[in-house]
């Protein structure tokens, strides 16, 4: 049987120890031996553990920044209203916010590695900004397109939405449920809905 590429395996490993154990303690050397490499072949491929979390982002977890593309390039495309737009981004940000959050969360335990953290990804010009930004300039095309109205906050209305998204992800695991009161489907649509009560013409 013929083995899997390094550079998949490798994101494989990382993305399962991130999850795991958390990006703070998944080194390297742990990444490479579970990928069942060396860590020079982890090195040749990915020029740092900041630059490899990024990858396990776009590659292994749902994407916010490909819907945002197209919608920002066509924000009628198919004659797709802004709320059903709105719900779509909704329900793959609350996906990756989801899928994301057991990863990063234990950077907020040690201070000096978040820093590090963050100066690694200003330098990859990524971040959790980021998606904010995406939402924003869809909106603003929305207004461009008279779909949206023209004084509408739209750089606030993207916060609202993926601030939603974010506190969806870890806000219920301490009630009696252990889970969300609504489905992801349903959140979606009502985040959208009374998101664009505040947008609409």
């Known amino acids: 049987m013929e083995q899997r590429p390094a550079r998949a395996r490798i994101i494989d490993a990382a993305h399962q120890l991130m999850l ?4 703070a303690r998944a080194t390297t050397k742990e990444i490479a031996k579970a990928a069942g490499c060396s860590e020079a072949a982890l090195y040749k491929n990915f020029a740092s553990k900041e630059e490899l979390f990024v990858v396990v982002l776009r590659e292994r977890l749902p994407k916010i920044d490909g819907i945002l593309k197209r919608l920002i390039a066509d924000p009628g495309e198919g004659e797709r209203t802004v709320e059903r737009n709105l719900a779509e981004i ?4 609350a996906l990756f916010y989801e899928q994301s959050f057991p990863i990063a969360a234990s950077l907020y335990a040690e201070p000096r590695l978040k820093e590090r953290h963050n100066a690694a990804m200003r330098e990859l010009g990524v971040g959790p900004h980021m998606p904010i930004r995406g939402v924003d300039t869809y909106l603003r095309a ?3 397109a008279g779909r949206v109205r023209a004084d509408a906050d739209t750089y606030a209305a993207a916060s609202l939405l993926m601030g939603a998204c974010a506190q969806r992800a870890f806000a219920y695991d301490a009630t009696e449920t252990g889970g969300p009161p609504q489905s992801l489907d349903a959140f979606a649509a009502s985040i959208a809905r009374m998101l664009l009560s505040g947008l609409a013409e």
Do not use: D
């Open 20 to 23: 795991t154990i958390g990006l």
């Open 142 to 144: 929305e207004q461009s």
């Open 90 to 93: 909704a329900r793959e940000a």
